[in-house]
């Protein structure tokens, strides 16, 4: 014992001296070499995985792989985990960012068989968590505004979003249009003008150093073509006058009154326990426009703007129920039957009220129409449901909220084996049309020509 | 230093015979030929998925050797009575428990720089070019394959070879979490856990200072000063295996063989 007195100093020395270096390498090894850090609170993929730390890349890849084959499969429920799982493992793996929100955002919210709305806030949360894992790329940005833009009709957002886009420098020349396109539809005409005369500029540029190239002669002629159409819409809707201040004489602009009458009304008829049949009049022809349903939980919203700020996370608010339709309006008619019954994790039905909230806006609507109503709806009115939103006061859109019960919805307790059914006051329904059949002429061999009805 | 140099030479000679050692780098050099193939995995992200398993490959390897190659060293003498040979020359404990080291630590560094030597060359291969920067990580895995070793060589002075391999193996993967295991505790308002979290980082050996591959597999942000954080992390290698070095030879010392 007495030879070893020795070690007693040299390990104090030692041990003092490796805990001092630990305190300086610390902060380094936090800042440039610690695992990408995940949005997820009290969750690190380096706390978790410790034993793959080597090969977390490698696993990620291969789960990817595993999630590809239940989308092949149809089963998408199983893939969402997955994406969990992989970004977790591996935060840079872009793809399966876009391909999961893709899933969640079209695939659980468009299929005839699913139509859950819910699963836009987890969409959109996970392409936020992508965003911030990978900020040396303009992809997520661009899919964050894409689907905001196609998916969600909130053009404010897709703005900020693409606009945070473009300024990556890996952004290809073909997607940066979307975002005149973004700007036009949230109203920005003249930021929509501008950004196209700049793309057009660059697109320019890049004809004259490669002359020959058939691909940049495109590029340049479809902007230039998109700012023509532009140009020519905004001035045949007097755009251009009210800039200048002299907007004229009524007819010299097509979306100069007189005021279009929307007559918007609905019914909504519960035709089985959780299925409604819905019919309704937009007074636009002949066609284009589709009128938004939702139904919801009378307390619930998605609120998708301060949501998508939050971790992401696939699970569901299990009692709330919230569907969302387009109906298909034509010849000032809409019609369409719309079943909840079949799937209750979907539409559970538990709260005691839900609003029906019909809603029309003409930055929905397709060009041509927009050329007859104008980008704010200037040119239409309704004398019930015409509706100015309070942040932003040029808009003139169609909103009408419709209650229903639990009870009703369900046919239960007072309303069992009774009709209901629930309308805008003073509803007329449009005559449905009969379907015209063509007539088929008869050739030898087969059957005589079908009957025209 | 004869005597050191002398066992250190005859431990790298025997090593390099052992079989089981010999088939661990063969499935190392194996995995990294392969590595190319594992693209299809994500096909966005070859580089990534090359980097990233390549990388691995060569720590995990490392990491075996380590282990498997330390546990056995002072056992197997003992159990073949050879130690009762060396011991009975003018060998001091402490010069056999260091050539013994450095004998493993050599060894160590010879299969890690023929994995890596594979590794640069398959990347390269594979993608015609070679960034620097890839050279960064194994020269550091090595450190703390030497810091492996010495925890391996420290508890085989009085633990069997199998408990040996569990607990090497068990503080390599807690040395691992050290950083962000310390990370997330110390900001947790119960004291006692963060005292805990403050033990485990500043008494058990942190490996984690050497996991350098993130900014390799996902490069995109310019590190500063990295002469000083790897001066600093050698040292730390240095004083750390200094420390086990030294316990061992306490306890060897003391030891009845």
Known sequence: MKRMKWAIPVLLLLFGSQAVLQTKIDPFWKKYYAPPKLSVPGLGAEQVLVALSGFREVLAGIMWVRADEFFHQGN?????????????????????????????????????????????????????????????????????GWMKYHKIMDYKGAVEAFEKAKNFEDIPLARRDILAHAYYKNGQISDALNYLYELLDMNQKILDDYPGNESARIGRDTVEKNLDQHIIRMAARGYF?????????????????????????????????????????????????RVRIVLKDQSYDLHLAENEKLPFSPELPKDVTYMQDDLYNKKKRFARTINMSKDPAMYPFDAEKYDIVFSWSPRWAPASIQDRLGWNGEAMDDKRYLNIPKDDPSLRQILCTLTITKDQILQRGEWRDKKVVVETPGFVEVQEEAPKYRVVPNTPGTPGPAKST | ??????????????????????????????????????????????????????????????????????????????????????LSKPV?????????????????????????????????????????????????????MM???????????????????????????????????????????????????????????????????????????????????????????????????????????????
Do not use: C
């Not at chain 2, 428990?97 to 010879?110: H, N, Q, R, V, W």
């Not at chain 2, 996991?211 to 990295?226: E, K, L, W």
């Open chain 1, 241 to 289: 006058a009210k800039q200048r201040g002299d907007y004229g004489p009524a007819g010299h602009y097509t979306t100069l009154p007189p005021l279009e009458q929307m007559d918007f009304g609905a019914r909504i008829t519960v035709t089985e326990p959780g299925v409604i049949r819905v019919v309704g009049t937009l007074g636009l022809a002949p066609i284009g426009a």
């Open chain 2, 147 to 257: 810091i492996l070793a010495a925890v391996a060589m420290f508890f085989s002075t009085f633990v069997s070879p199998l408990v040996n391999f569990f607990l090497s193996f068990g503080i390599y993967m807690v040395g691992n979490l050290a950083n962000p295991l310390f990370e997330s505790l110390s900001t947790t308002e119960n004291q006692l856990t963060r005292f805990g979290a403050t033990l485990i980082h500043y008494v058990l050996p942190n490996f984690a200072n050497y996991n350098v591959q993130n900014p390799i597999i996902n490069p995109g942000s310019m590190i500063a000063n990295t002469q000083v954080y790897n001066l600093q992390v050698i040292l730390y290698a240095v004083f750390y295996t200094g420390i086990l070095l030294t316990l061992a030879v306490v306890i060897f010392d003391r030891r009845e063989v």
């Open chain 1, 76 to 144: 998408y429920d199983a893939i969402l985990p997955l994406v969990r799982l992989v970004t977790l493992l591996d935060s840079k793996q872009i793809d399966v960012y876009v391909t999961g929100a893709w899933h969640m955002g079209y695939n659980f919210t468009d299929e005839d068989q699913r139509s859950d709305r819910r699963y836009l806030v987890p969409a959109l949360q996970l392409l936020r968590e992508g965003v911030n894992n990978n900020q040396n790329t303009y992809e997520l940005w661009f899919e964050l």
């Open chain 2, 1 to 86: 230093m004869g005597a050191i140099y002398a066992i250190a030479s005859t431990t790298l000679g025997e090593a390099v015979r052992r079989k089981v050692l010999l088939v661990i780098l063969l499935l190392g050099v194996g995995l990294l030929i392969i590595t190319p193939g594992l693209n299809q995995l994500s096909p966005r992200q070859e580089t990534t998925v090359l980097l990233s398993f390549g990388l691995g490959v060569i720590q995990m390897i490392g990491a075996l050797v380590a282990v498997v190659l330390t546990i056995s060293l002072i056992p197997q003498e003992i159990e073949r009575r050879t130690i009762y040979t060396i």
């Open chain 2, 92 to 144: 001091q404990r402490h010069q056999f428990l260091l050539g013994k080291f450095l004998g493993s630590l050599a060894t160590i560094l010879m299969m890690m720089a023929l994995m890596t030597v594979t590794f640069l060359l398959v990347y390269y291969l594979s993608k015609h070019s070679l960034p620097i920067n890839l050279l960064a990580g194994p020269p550091l895995f090595f450190l703390q």
